[in-house]
């Protein structure tokens, strides 16, 4: 099971762009990575996420501004949020299966 540790959260103005890292402890080349999020008071929902062949996949909420990539050579995932809407706001996590592996998350806040 690897850890993961996510980074590139920050405040951005509404229409901004942030790019989010998640860091593998180990290889993730064999690993269905995800993107999920968390906002205040609702349950966690899913983002996005990239099959180990590199297919990418999103929800509707964020399809043609987030894309989702992938560098197995630094077991490294990516999350390049555009157009940022306050509705964004949240915290997100990194998922890596199998093995069921969740970062700590990273903080985005999109001012309006």
């Known amino acids: 099971q690897v850890q993961l540790v996510e980074s590139g959260g920050g405040l951005v103005q509404t229409g901004g762009s942030l790019r989010l890292s998640c860091a593998a402890s180990?290889?993730?080349?064999?690993?269905?990575m995800a993107w999920h999020r968390q906002a205040p008071g609702k349950q966690r929902e899913w983002v996005a996420l990239?099959?180990?062949?590199?297919?990418?996949n999103y929800a509707m909420s964020v399809k043609g501004r987030f894309t989702i990539s992938r560098d197995n050579t630094k077991n490294t995932v990516y999350l390049q949020m555009n157009s940022l809407k306050p509705e964004d706001t949240a915290v997100y996590y990194c998922?890596?299966?199998?093995?069921?592996?969740w970062g700590q998350g990273t903080q985005v806040t999109v001012s309006s």
């Open positions: 180990g290889s993730i080349s064999g690993n269905v």
């Open positions: 990239i099959t180990s062949g590199g297919i990418p």
């Open positions: 998922f890596s299966t199998p093995g069921g592996s």
